[in-house]
């Protein structure tokens, strides 16, 4: 474990140790007369919300020079927002450059996934390496845990960055098959580097 340095902060996140201590719960506490009125609070309440909405409303009707407004606010589906490599999305299979999946249908992902989500069917190719010659997911019952991606040995079954199409009235519609799944390698590098990064260190 590295030292603490001088300035009484963890090397790595930056937080001084005063800031990590818990804070003291104050249990028998008495509320004053001004508390217990509820009606100053109740207005404090409301004074501070009136105060973001009124912010808020100009700053979007009109937003400074040179700016294209003053909140941050995703106008979706025109803007997508850019999703950090830990979010956990549809899981995906990683295609290589071959056109060919990267998955050798050893049903691990199906065994360990705790909602039955997943199921395979292998075959053998000529030369006699295994493949599945169908890979379904039932996004209805899927539920984000991510195992199947963990204990893939071959990095074949990631979660993408995917969250569009996933809320649907049809459950029907959420059966995929191994070819709407299949994805190239590019698109999922990010996601790669991030599960290469954290599954090679025992930190969870």
Do not use: Q
């Not at 509820?38 to 404090?44: K, W």
């Not at 030369?127 to 997911?137: A, F, K, Q, T, V």
């Amino acid at each position: 474990m590295a030292d603490l340095d001088s300035t009484n902060k963890y090397p790595v996140m930056g937080i001084s140790i005063e800031k990590l201590k818990p804070k003291r719960v104050r249990k028998n506490i008495e509320l004053t007369l001004w508390e217990r009125l509820y009606i100053f609070e109740i207005v404090r309440g409301m004074t501070i919300t009136t105060k973001h909405f009124v912010v808020n409303m100009f700053g979007f009707i009109l937003p400074p020079k040179g700016k294209k407004r003053a909140i941050i606010t995703v106008y979706y589906p025109e803007e997508k927002v850019t999703l950090p490599p830990a979010y956990r999305g549809r899981p995906v299979l990683v295609m290589r450059e071959n056109g060919t999946e990267k998955c050798v249908a050893c049903g691990l992902c199906e065994s360990i996934c705790p909602a039955s989500a997943i199921s395979i069917i292998a075959e053998e190719r000529e030369n006699g390496e295994r493949y599945p010659s169908s890979y379904s997911l039932d996004m209805s019952r899927c539920v984000y845990c991510g195992f199947c991606e963990e204990v893939c040995p071959k990095e074949a079954v990631v979660m993408s960055a995917e969250y569009e199409g996933l809320a649907k009235r049809d459950r029907n519609s959420l059966h995929y098959t191994k070819e709407m799944l299949l994805r190239p390698e590019k698109s999922v590098k990010d996601r790669l580097e991030y599960i290469r990064g954290i599954y090679s260190k025992c930190n969870y």
